[in-house]
């Protein structure tokens, strides 16, 4: 009987193991074989290598620093942006989520493109501006620009663990604490964010790894004042078709990612222990 269902399971997974063939394993191959090879194709470390030059490590420099400050942005604006989500009734609750997530639906460049008008220096937030007799921004084209479309942009991406997570408490675990004389701090403290923990973690994954590798926030929102690690391997790939050494410098931002995802599941069995 078991057999049985071994195999059947066996056969029902084989679309999904041809996909993961197909469109990870593959191309993940193809990127490791070029990152460690030239044009000739005999064996070389000078594509992985030329991340130490000054333009290369500035990009990636760049790169994780505002992917951090864009990812503390977005924990910050999410958390209680969730208990308050959460703190709505059911139906509430699920439309407003449905609200929140709705912008999600229109093509990622559409959104930061409509930011890219917004933010102009004769854009619409400065017209207003200047309608009010207020000073006006000039941010496009700045890191500043950058960071407010990355916030924008995967904000959703952590409100949605975090509210996950802080619908799944038990209230009688918070009625208990506050009858055993926890004020709301020590409540929140001791019990929502240690209990709350896993969402944490999971939307600072999903917040910091597409921050990290983006290039169409940047390029559209920080011009060519602005080049991050992710707009270097793009115009070596589209631009110089250069796809060693884009595969290259791929290959050390897929050693940022395995160690950010690494931390983020020692976290999690920490928390589980």
Not at 42 to 49: E, G, I, K, S, Y
Not at 64 to 71: A, D, F
């Amino acid at each position: 009987m078991n057999n049985s269902i071994h195999k059947k399971n066996s056969i029902l997974a084989l679309p999904y193991l041809f996909w993961m063939l197909l469109f990870i394993i593959i191309p993940l191959g193809m990127i490791v074989y070029c990152a460690l090879t030239d044009r000739l194709g005999a064996f070389t470390l000078a594509n992985v290598l030329s991340i130490r030059e000054p333009i290369h490590i500035k990009a990636l420099y760049l790169a994780i620093i505002l992917s951090l400050v864009s990812t503390i942005i977005c924990l910050i604006i999410a958390y209680p942006l969730s208990m308050i989500l959460a703190s709505f009734k059911s139906i509430s609750s699920s439309f407003i989520i449905t609200i929140f997530i709705l912008p999600m639906w229109i093509n990622f460049l559409l959104r930061t493109i409509a930011w890219m008008t917004l933010l102009e220096n004769n854009g619409v937030i400065n017209s207003i501006l200047s309608f009010l007799n207020l000073p006006t921004l000039n941010i496009i084209n700045t890191p500043y620009a950058i960071i407010v479309g990355m916030v924008y942009n995967f904000l959703p991406f952590m409100v949605l663990p975090i509210y996950n997570s802080i619908t799944k408490i038990d209230e009688s675990v918070i009625e208990a604490a506050k009858d055993l004389g926890a004020d709301n701090i020590q409540t929140f403290l001791k019990i929502t964010l240690p209990l709350t923990r896993g969402g944490i973690i999971s939307g600072i994954t999903m917040v910091f790894i597409p921050a990290l590798t983006t290039f169409a926030i940047s390029t559209l929102l920080g011009g060519s004042k602005v080049l991050l690690i992710g707009n270097v391997i793009e115009s070596s790939f589209m631009q110089s078709y250069d796809w060693n050494l884009g595969s290259g410098l791929s290959l050390i931002l897929m050693v940022f990612i395995i160690i950010n995802m690494y931390i983020s599941s020692r976290a999690e069995n920490e928390k589980d222990a």
